[in-house]
């Protein structure tokens, strides 16, 4: 019950225990097609490019930079987190010239602090985090696609931590390039990236292709922009790889290609409305508990993430002995922070096949048993009853 990742849902692990199968095989490249399709709607999208990175969500933030941003150019960075953080170190590794706008730790950026940003870098990309787990916060982005489309620049929004469990608007939004995970709200194990990519993010890239010369046919035809600094990460031969060429780039990950379509499949057959409003619970339930427990909810409340919630550690409780004390008698994980919030707060995630009542109820009772163990004064059974209400609110 941390920040990521959780329980895999028992379809995916059974989806990915079937036999492998030859990346041309038709019933493989079927299945291809169809985690295309699956997944166009989680990500809120008519997006034809939309599809799998091989890798962690990582490889997935990694793929839209690398093949976005050349050497040289200027990236508007959208800050308010560890995760803000992650897009300028690889933009720093790309040769990027970066730009930041922020906000402290538990807050979010507001739009017109974006649109200065904007109007003063003139960048070529704007990047964001949409929810930074190591914050529990979830970055507004109504109305930013068109701002950074009336100054040029294209948008690339990093959803890792939301995509199956909030909302993702990426058309409403207009955003260009929209990646995820799979280990957080859609239940699945860590290890493949779904992505989604605008037709002006297309064109883009595709001006930077470079096929390599061992896959290269006679009549292809290079871009005339600069080769994308990355082999295994350039979008445009991956694309080629996911279209009707076929064009062989790499061997796709068969076993995570299965759990990603069963992910999709599990996602879709709750609905998404549905799927998104149980998620909403959970965060509601577990931020009531916490509260009820006289503990003090970390970030502005306004723009929490419905799937992970920080609580201060209390001055008098030893929080590691606390997290230690979860696991081993209660065998349940919750989250410790990074950078400045290392040691302040604890992260509790409700997410994905983990965002289910009894789960939450479960957590917060074992939560209060350590605390009082810890000597915490707190009013008995009060954190399950205000999660019930909530639950229900």
């Avoid at 990519?197 to 930077?208: K, V, Y």
């Avoid at 306004?302 to 002995?321: A, C, K, L, W």
Wanted: proline share 4%.
């Amino acid at each position: 019950m941390g920040p990521g990742p959780v329980n895999a849902h028992p379809r995916v692990l059974r989806a990915m225990s079937a036999d492998l199968l030859g990346q041309f095989d038709p019933e493989m490249t079927g299945y291809m097609n169809q985690v295309m399709a699956l997944y166009r709607p989680i990500f809120g999208t008519q997006n034809r490019w939309t599809m799998l990175i091989d890798g962690t969500a990582r490889a997935g933030i990694e793929a839209a930079l690398v093949s976005l941003v050349a050497p040289g150019d200027t990236v508007l960075v959208v800050d308010f987190g560890r995760f803000g953080l992650l897009l300028q170190e690889i933009l720093g590794r790309i040769g990027a010239r970066i730009e930041t706008v922020d906000a402290p730790w538990g807050e979010t950026v507001p739009l017109d602090a974006i649109a200065a940003a904007i109007a003063r870098t003139a960048p070529k990309l704007v990047a964001t985090v949409h929810g930074d787990t190591s914050t529990t916060m979830a970055q507004p982005l109504d109305g930013l696609g068109a701002l950074c489309h009336a100054a040029g620049a294209l948008l690339y929004v990093d959803a890792t931590a939301t995509l199956g469990g909030m909302a993702i608007a990426t058309d409403h939004w207009g955003a260009d390039i929209v990646t995820g995970g799979l280990q957080k709200c859609l239940g699945g194990p860590s290890g493949s990236a779904p992505i989604t990519i605008s037709d002006a993010a297309a064109e883009h890239i595709f001006a930077r292709r470079h096929t390599e010369a061992g896959i290269r046919a006679a009549d292809m035809v290079d871009g005339n922009g600069p080769r994308i600094g990355s082999n295994y990460f350039d979008l445009a031969m991956i694309m080629d790889y996911w279209s009707e060429k076929r064009l062989n780039h790499h061997t796709e990950a068969t076993s995570m290609l299965y759990a990603a379509r069963e992910c999709a499949r599990v996602a879709l057959g709750e609905g998404l409305e549905a799927r998104y409003a149980r998620h909403a619970a959970a965060g509601r339930a577990v931020t009531a508990g916490l509260r009820a427990m006289g503990l003090t909810v970390f970030g502005d409340d306004r723009f929490r993430m419905t799937n992970v919630t920080g609580v201060y550690i209390p001055e008098s409780v030893d929080g590691e002995r606390v997290r230690a004390a979860m696991r081993d008698h209660f065998e349940i994980e919750i989250g410790t922070a990074f950078g400045p919030l290392a040691g302040r707060i604890w992260r509790i995630g409700a997410m994905g096949y983990n965002a289910m009542k009894h789960k939450v109820l479960i957590t917060l009772g074992a939560l209060e048993a350590c605390l009082r163990a810890e000597g915490f004064v707190l009013p008995a059974g009060a954190a399950v009853t205000a999660a019930l209400e909530a639950w229900e609110a």
